[in-house]
């Protein structure tokens, strides 16, 4: 990576390329052996190996790192009013250098993601391959080591001129300590590891399957006829002989389900008295009937030490839309963007800026420049093609945007020259304006049309004429957003949801025969662990007012019953107190569905 330097523009000359790594390096040279980095500390090593172990955590560290690769970076500069996206200029693109394309930074973005949620740090390092290309890679910190002779990825050693840089997530105490969500929850991924190695020793066990039977020797059995010494055949034997009779019947129906031994009674015959010594006697514990029921539990506890929100992880079950929907913006607003806020500030500070400094910047105007992060593809966007229309029918808005915000794709679906000229011509028949007015227009767009000599010949008046109304766009498709709530209706929602929480608080209070001293029955929920089947007791016929008030505002009373036991739902769950914004949101989609 040696020459690697900024893309010429069109507008430029192209000039020798600068040398990026040399410029940037942040880590380089014979390093203090007493400040050699080590490959990782036993907590992130312990993190991983849960990665590998435990599906459900693979599966939330996943989903970070997706989500995040679906943000946009780009360069920003603060003028004194708030960062402004750099259009052009160095840093432009070094971004654009910045692990060769879009598609290089999405899957830099899942990598930082992942391993930002397991060990918390992994470093951004870039190699100038043979060809003269930039090889980029995210490397976790187990894997980097600080030698006198380098940084090595293993027991290779990178070139001289390569580029490392390492990125983390600050611990709170110490700030050079790198730290994760992962790490407060080790115990609880322990517990999910354990719980389900005993539930796989339980499957494969035998001893803890059969257990031991316990036979008197004067029983007498019915096996297998078998010939003696002297050529007769027997077929009755000793606990010894049925023991034997009974592991073939066992070991061929494990080994064959078909077998019809499987289904066939063995026989044992004995006095009264002896029928009554046979007893079983099993090794398996109160542990075994409950070890399904505590690994869930654990994975809702895991669910809740995330940085995501624990619908993700614990299932949304029989949410529905409106509730779904909160999710995707809770994790984006809650989880997603302070995230990639501190990887972009993170990428602003190891890379781009001491690029801008190594180009002759001076470091105080460097310090100006930072990474943006666009996360609109993240979001439900709502829809905003009746807007697009009326801008672009008054002149403000282009062709391409108003395509993208109509669905249509921006580039291909723009008419030709000749399409657009075809059209012009047909939109002209019905227009108002002067013969001189439309043929200097049809003229700036290459159409050769004598308006005048064509209506003089017809006989026709060239005067202006009244144009037609514009077609009204009250019909178009409009689907509202969230904020579109009116104060009555939100008003009345708190007052259900209000309503629904008290009544939730005393039934929470008989079950578990428990009151907290100073705490009201609508506040009671948030110091109580509420399961799935809990929120279903504390919530059963708390929205019977619905019916009532919902056609005095507007929207389906199903609707409404959803969307609030949703909210409630969330609250009761996640122990959080009754949020104005939150709710808003919620009762917001019904605005939107209502509209739509």
């Not at 390096?25 to 907590?43: F, I, Q, T, V």
């Not at 619908?311 to 509730?323: C, D």
């Not at 005393?506 to 100073?518: H, I, M, T, Y």
């Amino acid at each position: 990576m040696a020459r690697v330097g900024r893309r010429p523009r069109a507008t430029e000359a192209t000039a020798p390329t600068q040398a990026l790594v040399a410029s940037a390096k942040r880590m380089k040279g014979a390093p203090d052996p007493a400040k050699m980095a080590r490959g990782g500390d036993g907590w992130q090593d312990a993190a991983w190996h849960f990665y590998d172990t435990v599906g459900e955590y693979a599966y939330a560290c996943n989903w970070v790192g997706n989500l995040l690769s679906r943000a946009k970076l780009y360069a920003t500069v603060d003028t004194g009013d708030g960062p402004k996206k750099v259009e052009n200029g160095p840093a432009d693109d070094y971004m654009d250098l910045f692990f060769g394309n879009e598609q290089g930074r999405a899957q830099c973005l899942r990598q930082i993601g992942v391993h930002y949620t397991v060990p918390g740090e992994c470093y951004i390092v870039g190699v100038q391959n043979d060809d003269g290309y930039d090889d980029w890679r995210i490397v976790a910190s187990a894997k980097m080591k600080q030698t006198a002779e380098g940084w090595k990825i293993g027991s290779k050693t990178l070139p001289e001129d390569a580029l490392v840089i390492r990125i983390w997530r600050p611990h709170p105490v110490n700030d050079k300590q790198a730290t994760s969500p992962s790490r407060a929850a080790l115990p609880i991924l322990s517990e999910i590891e354990r719980l389900t190695m005993h539930v796989a020793a339980q499957v494969d066990s035998r001893l803890a399957s059969a257990g031991i039977l316990f036979l008197p020797k004067e029983m007498a059995f019915s096996v297998s006829s078998e010939q003696a010494a002297d050529g007769t055949n027997t077929s009755s034997g000793s606990a010894s002989k049925f023991v034997k009779e009974l592991q073939e019947v066992m070991g061929a129906a494990i080994a064959n389900r078909d077998d019809a031994r499987a289904l066939v009674p063995i026989v044992v015959t004995a006095d009264g008295e002896f029928l009554d010594k046979a007893h079983h006697l099993t090794f398996w514990s109160e542990l075994d009937n409950q070890a399904i029921e505590l690994r869930t539990e654990a994975i809702r506890r895991l669910a809740l030490s995330m940085d995501m929100p624990p619908e993700v992880l614990t299932g949304q079950g029989e949410t529905n839309h409106w509730a779904a929907w909160q999710i995707d913006e809770s994790a984006i607003k809650s989880h997603t963007e302070p995230l990639l806020n501190q990887i972009a500030n993170d990428i602003a500070i190891g890379y781009l800026r001491p690029l801008l400094e190594a180009d002759g910047m001076d470091p105080a105007e460097a310090a100006t420049y930072g990474v943006g992060v666009d996360t609109s593809e993240m979001r439900l966007r709502p829809n905003r093609s009746q807007e697009a229309l009326e801008l672009w029918d008054r002149g403000v808005l282009s062709d391409e945007t108003l395509l993208t915000e109509t669905g249509f794709h921006a580039v291909d679906d723009l008419p030709t020259d000749v399409q657009r000229a075809f059209w012009l011509t047909m939109k002209v028949a019905t227009g108002s304006n002067t013969p001189e007015q439309v043929q200097a227009a049809l003229e700036a767009l290459g159409v050769a049309l004598n308006v005048r000599e064509a209506t003089s010949e017809a006989g026709q008046d060239d005067s202006p004429r009244q144009a037609p109304d514009t077609p009204s766009l009250e019909d178009h498709p409009r689907t509202g957003t969230p904020e579109d709530v009116s104060a009555a209706l939100l008003a009345g929602a708190e007052v259900l949801v209000f309503r629904a929480l008290e009544r939730a608080g005393n039934r929470l209070r008989n079950k578990f025969q428990s009151k907290v001293p100073g705490v009201s029955a609508a506040d009671t929920y948030m110091y109580v662990t509420t399961t799935t089947s809990t929120a279903d007791f504390a919530l059963e016929d708390a929205w019977t007012a619905v019916d009532r008030f919902a056609p005095q505002w507007g929207v389906d009373p199903e609707h409404l019953r959803q969307c609030l036991d949703s909210y409630t739902r969330v609250l009761l769950m996640e122990r959080k107190p009754h949020d104005p914004a939150l709710l808003r949101s919620y009762v917001g989609l019904l605005t939107a569905k209502a509209a739509a």
